[in-house]
Nanobody, 115 residues
């Protein structure tokens, strides 16, 4: 069993920044997994926002390129998502998981971008 716990969300004004964290625990060798951040906005399907491979190669969906940065700390079993210049359309619940998403989803963390 693998547990994923996301944190760091909140309410922020357009143009603001947040840093999300996700800690993985349980039966996982974190360092060998490709990890991703996903989000689900109201009424929409969950989408992959960014992922980082076990050799730290990164990839982003077009809508967040240049604004979001994914990173990982294998010693802490943690993956981060640094989000800058946030826009109202970034409002969603954010989740982490492996890529592909083979683990049970955590609770996620709510990000709301509003003036």
């Amino acid at each position: 069993q693998v547990q994923l716990v996301e944190s760091g969300g909140g309410l922020v004004q357009p143009g603001g920044s947040l840093r999300l964290s996700c800690v993985a625990s349980g039966s996982i060798i974190f360092s060998i997994n490709n990890m991703g951040w996903y989000r689900q906005a109201p009424g929409k399907q969950r989408e992959l926002v960014a992922f980082i491979t076990n050799v730290r190669w990164t990839n982003y969906t077009d809508s967040v390129k240049g604004r979001f940065t994914i990173s990982r700390d294998n010693a802490k079993n943690t993956v981060y998502l640094h989000m800058n210049n946030l826009k109202p359309e970034d409002t969603a619940v954010y989740y982490c998981n492996a890529r592909p998403a083979i683990f049970t989803w955590g609770q996620g963390t709510q990000v709301t971008v509003s003036a």
